[in-house]
């Protein structure tokens, strides 16, 4: 089968800041690819890129075999890749249900076809009773699984995740894992997930890749990128880092946060 995403050497600039530097991989459809890497490396810079929010100055983005660095993320949004933030975005005051509809209030779909779609994506990840309520009233951990639901209400191909278990509550990061194995399972949905949680990783992802100063400083299994040297080193050396690494599941025992 084609694979969903080929990335080739692709690089961005903020000023003298070199956000991206030469990133390449390819992403096969259904499976989940693991991000990681100190804060700062280029993580979000690379899903804004990915998705269209930013464009890139070189290198190529294919999604489906089609060049797509040139989209913008309304029509990325229709051709099949979701995203979902580090910081939910979802409108506070609209109703639960109402954010559900925002991704396909230009789609050629029924009113009935939209509105079935949003109950069963809300029932999905346990917000069916929570529909009518304002989405201010739900918390973080909540906003978070209302995201991924409103990701999937186009049924896309390819889901962009930024940092999706930070700050969530533990029974409802069981759910939201639960829920994205199931999408990656029987709707062959793929993704990319932002975490520095290799426990996670590992119950999700057979690949990890990790950056650092915009680039790709190792690719592998999870277990294999949170023992490499190189990827230990980027997490301690870097300013502002001291201390911060990957989270291992000896780590997360003793309740360890990054
Ligand atoms: P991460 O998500 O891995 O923490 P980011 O992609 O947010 O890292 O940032 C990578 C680098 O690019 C950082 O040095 C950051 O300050 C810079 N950067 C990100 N977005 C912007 C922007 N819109 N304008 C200027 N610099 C940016
Ligand atoms: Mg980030």
């Known amino acids: 089968m084609e694979p969903v995403l080929q990335v080739d ?15 390449s991989f390819t992403l096969e459809a259904g499976s989940i690819l693991g991000l990681i ?8 810079t690379l899903l804004n890129t990915l ?5 890139p100055d070189s290198g190529e983005i294919r999604y489906l075999g089609r060049p797509t660095r ?7 949004a229709l051709l099949g890749i979701s995203r979902t933030f580090q910081t939910a975005r979802v409108f506070h005051t609209l109703t639960v249900y109402q954010n559900m509809l925002i991704p396909l209030v230009h789609a050629r779909l029924s009113r009935n076809e939209v509105q079935e779609r949003a109950r069963q994506l809300l029932t999905f990840v346990g917000l ?15 906003q978070k699984l209302l995201e991924f639901a409103r990701a999937l209400m186009t049924e896309p191909r390819l889901v962009l995740m930024d940092e999706p278990f930070g700050g969530v509550h533990p029974e409802i990061k069981a759910l939201l894992l639960e829920r994205i194995r199931e999408a990656q399972r029987e709707r062959q949905v793929s993704f990319i997930i932002v975490s520095h949680e290799i426990p996670d990783l590992m119950s999700l992802a057979r690949t ?10 190792a690719r592998g299994t999870p277990q294999e990128v949170s023992e490499n040297p190189e ?24 309740g360890h946060a990054s």
């Open 128 to 142: 069916e009773r929570s529909q009518a309520l304002p989405a201010s009233e739900l918390s973080g951990g909540q």
């Open 51 to 55: 998705n269209g929010l930013y464009r």
């Open 208 to 217: 990890v890749i990790c950056m650092s100063y915009g680039r790709i400083i």
């Open 9 to 23: 050497s692709l690089s961005k600039r903020f000023g003298s800041i070199v956000a991206l530097d030469r990133i």
């Open 70 to 76: 040139n989209l913008r993320p309304h029509q990325l």
């Open 37 to 44: 890497g100190p804060n700062g490396s280029g993580k979000t």
């Open 231 to 254: 990827v230990i080193a980027a997490y301690l050396g870097h300013p502002g880092g001291q201390g911060q690494r990957p989270a291992t599941s000896l780590e997360q025992a003793g």
